[in-house]
């Protein structure tokens, strides 16, 4: 990232809502539930697969808890109704764990059950480090209960992970993703090389623990390492897929779908775009160019 984007990437907050807007519309699929079906149906029909996000984090009330289970719901069942291929990823703070752990347990418990009927499935985002303890232990709970239609995230810039890797019950369903909280140096790594080096290890350590793994990622060089040991390993489909974010390097995508592999996009949609707008923009290595056409370019309304 060169010298300007980094400053623009830091100073984020300052820029007006409506040019935040603007430029990180790629990165959401639209306002509502119907605007989300619309892509993964575009997407399903280039052979990729999908996961919904309701935006949203942090709630500060129980009737917001209860605001996003049903939202998530409809999702669901739409989904079912549709009969479209693509699942959920639900974030623990939009859940209540903030708030409650056992408000937070109980409504993953729900969506996973309702999930599990559907046929479907449930991933549990890793939020910040505040959270990974209470997130690892809520999706070992579920799998405790019975629940194997959940999955959770590990993040290769923490210094736990692969301990947190080890510790998860066999046969877990695993994203890897590089972590995308800023995070202080004794509990993160921050050297690039070391977060790809790690995700590589992470990768590997849960393919010889059985693990069903989602690589996460738009790092050419880290899907390089990812193809390298399923090819030598001869990992079969079924345990591995890819998987990109909306608006994402699309290019990458295609070559990754058309050489074989499974790939599924993570499609957020909703009213609380800001704060997921903000952490896509920021790893935006073309920001200011962006920003800049942002403020250039009139508002269409
Ligand atoms: C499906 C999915 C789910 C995720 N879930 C989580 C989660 O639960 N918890 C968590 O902490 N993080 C999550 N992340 C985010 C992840 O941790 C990284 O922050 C993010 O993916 C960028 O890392 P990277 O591996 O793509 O590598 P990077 O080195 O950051 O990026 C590689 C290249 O991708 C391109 N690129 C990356 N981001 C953007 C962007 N926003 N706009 C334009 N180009 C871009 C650039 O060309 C960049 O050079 C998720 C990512 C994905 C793909």
Redesign the pocket.
């Known amino acids: 990232m060169n010298a300007l984007n980094y400053i623009l990437s830091r100073t984020l907050p300052f820029v007006p809502r409506p040019i935040v807007r603007r430029v990180s519309r790629r ?1 959401i699929a639209g306002d509502d539930l119907r605007s989300a079906l619309d892509v993964v149906q575009r997407l399903n029909g280039e052979g990729l697969m999908a ?1 919904l996000d309701v935006l949203g984090e942090s709630v500060s009330n129980r009737s917001l808890v209860a605001g996003a289970v049903k939202e998530y719901l409809a999702a669901l069942e739409a989904i079912d109704i549709r009969r479209i291929d693509a699942n959920i ?1 639900v ?1 623990p703070t939009q859940l209540g764990l903030k708030l409650d752990f056992d408000l937070c347990l109980e409504s993953v418990r729900s969506l996973a059950r309702d999930a599990g009927r559907m046929g479907n499935f449930v ?1 549990i ?4 480090s505040d959270c990974t303890a209470l997130t690892l232990d809520l999706y070992r709970r579920l799998r405790d209960e019975g629940l194997d239609n959940v999955g959770v ?1 590990l ?3 923490m210094r736990r992970s692969l301990a947190d890797l080890r510790a998860l019950p066999e046969g877990a369903s695993v ?1 890897l ?5 800023v995070e202080p140096r004794e509990i993160a790594y921050r050297d ?1 090389w070391i977060v790809n080096r790690n ?1 590589r290890r992470l990768l590997e350590e849960a393919f010889d623990r059985g693990c069903r793994v ?1 690589i ?5 060089a ?1 899907v390089w390492d990812a193809l390298d040991l399923i090819d030598r390993r001869g990992v079969p489909p079924a345990m591995y897929e890819f ?3 909306l ?3 699309e290019k ?1 995508r295609s070559i990754i779908r058309r050489d074989g592999h499974r790939l ?3 499609v957020p949609y909703g009213a609380n775009w800001y704060a997921y707008s903000l ?9 200011a160019g962006y920003i800049l056409v942002g403020l250039l370019r009139p508002a269409r309304h």
């Open positions: 990165y996961t990823s974030k991933r985002d890793m939020e910040d995230v993040q290769a810039y994203r993703c590089k972590g995308i909280y690039r995700f989602g996460a990622t738009h790092d050419e880290v998987q990109m974010l608006g994402v390097d990458l599924r996009v993570y952490r896509r923009l920021k790893e935006n290595p073309s920001i």
